[in-house]
């Protein structure tokens, strides 16, 4: 079974400060990866996605994963982050060819400060 | 993506009770999944809907503590049966157009169990 770890549980950072959330998983095959984002009050969003093809991907409102195969890692980037960035960010994992099992890290939340 | 509605949003519950949630899908899709947030937790998958046949539970869950329905490609509830304050969480539905897509979350029934 694939498994999830988030490294930072609570970040806080100032506007316009860059912003690097770890992710790493465990599974043994080829694996779909997600960063979804919860933002107060509203219901879990995909922010992006990796199937195949570029490590990095680039997602809405400025934010990019790289995927970095050797080191089952898809960290989430922004260069700089604003004050509604503010939110909840999973990383999820799932295997290739199949929607299901969708299995979530524990979530990092981010505080971004004026 | 898709536009999903949850009912009730939240509820505050007696032990013992029961309580369904339904889950409403603006259009068909292959999959759909119900999960479990508890608080300060993540979220864990509890079973993938099947549109016409049983449902396929994940392990730690069981039928006759979350029965499922699924009767068509756009709709499924998902009940709580038996309630007791451990089952206080926010339970949500999540589709998926295909096998191999992404998941999207519907908004997330709170419940309380008193």
């Known amino acids: 079974a694939q498994s999830v770890s988030q490294h930072n549980h609570h970040v806080i950072l100032s506007e316009a400060a860059s912003l690097e959330l770890g992710c790493n998983y465990s599974y043994g095959g080829t694996v779909n990866l997600f960063w979804y984002v919860q933002y107060p009050g509203q219901h879990l969003q995909l922010l992006l996605k990796?199937?195949?093809?570029?490590?990095l991907v680039k997602g809405i409102k400025g934010f990019e994963a790289e995927f970095i195969k050797s080191k089952f890692s898809f960290n989430l980037r922004k260069p700089s982050v604003q004050w509604s960035d503010t939110a909840e960010y999973f990383c999820?994992?799932?295997?290739?060819?199949?929607?299901?099992?969708?299995?979530f890290g524990t979530g990092t939340r981010l505080q971004v400060t004026l | 993506s898709a536009v999903i509605s949850q009912k009730p949003s939240r509820d505050i519950c007696q032990r013992g009770t029961s309580l369904t949630i339904q889950c409403q899908v603006d259009?068909?899709?292959?999959?759909m999944f119900w999960y479990r947030q508890q608080p300060g937790q993540s979220l864990t998958l509890i079973a993938t809907a099947n549109q016409g046949s049983e449902a396929t539970y994940e392990s730690g869950f069981v039928i006759d503590k979350f029965p499922i329905s699924r009767p068509n490609l756009t709709f499924s509830t998902l009940t709580v049966s038996n309630m007791s304050p451990e089952d206080s969480s926010i339970y949500l539905c999540?589709?998926?157009?295909?096998?191999?897509?992404?998941?999207?979350f519907g908004p997330g029934t709170r419940l309380t169990v008193l």
């Open positions: 990796y199937f195949s093809g570029d490590p």
């Open positions: 999540s589709v998926a157009r295909t096998q191999n897509n992404e998941q999207f």
């Open positions: 999820a994992v799932t295997p290739t060819g199949t929607a299901s099992k969708l299995t």
């Open positions: 259009s068909q899709v292959t999959m």
